[in-house]
């Protein structure tokens, strides 16, 4: 069964501020790994996935996470936070694109 | 491309009532997931179809849940004989076959009083 851990469900971090959200996985079989963004009273919103190829990822707003195979970890990542960063990451694990598999998600909070 | 709709957007029962949920996904899109999320948690998987077909179906749908997909566009989703537990985000997701990435609609926020 596949499994999903995020580190900490609270993270505050000032504007300008490196951005780290950390994401551990548990699969039996190669993962596709997503992070997504869901701000209050709205549905998710795709950050960026990796499914094959460069460990690497980048997605929209800047963000960015590396698949580490060896750490079972996607960590998200961003230079420099704004305050429009603020709301909950979710990260997720699928088994080549069927369900979704989903951590408990992780409030950002961004302080001026 | 609208995006995936759900309606309504919120609704609230008292307990013990039925409710049906609507998603309409992306037009081109065969595949639709039903997730759950309660607060605090990260979305939980209920059931998907392939077109009309219904392909899985979580343990957490017990026998009160029913999802239609008659036509292999829209779908519903349905409580029947509803509880206080039932209190959830009901999220609805399309993707086509053989590529990875859902797309989510804004959910249906149920209360049961």
Known sequence: ?112 | DTGVSQDPRHKITKRGQNVTFRCDPISEHNRLYWYRQTLGQGPEFLTYFQNEAQLEKSRLLSDRFSAERPKGSFSTLEIQRTEQGDSAMYLCASSLTGEDTQYFGPGTRLTVL
């Open chain 1, 1 to 112: 069964a596949q499994s999903v851990t995020q580190l900490g469900s609270h993270v505050s971090v000032s504007e300008g501020a490196l951005v780290l959200l950390r994401c551990n996985y548990s699969s039996s079989v190669p993962p596709y790994l997503f992070w997504y963004v869901q701000y209050p009273n709205q549905g998710l919103q795709l950050l960026l996935k990796y499914t094959t190829g460069a460990t690497l990822v980048k997605g929209i707003n800047g963000f960015e996470a590396e698949f580490k195979k060896s750490e079972t970890s996607f960590h998200l990542t961003k230079p420099s936070a704004h305050m429009s960063d603020a709301a909950e990451y979710f990260c997720a694990v699928s088994e080549r694109g069927n369900k979704l598999v989903f951590g408990a998600g992780t409030i950002l909070r961004v302080k001026s």
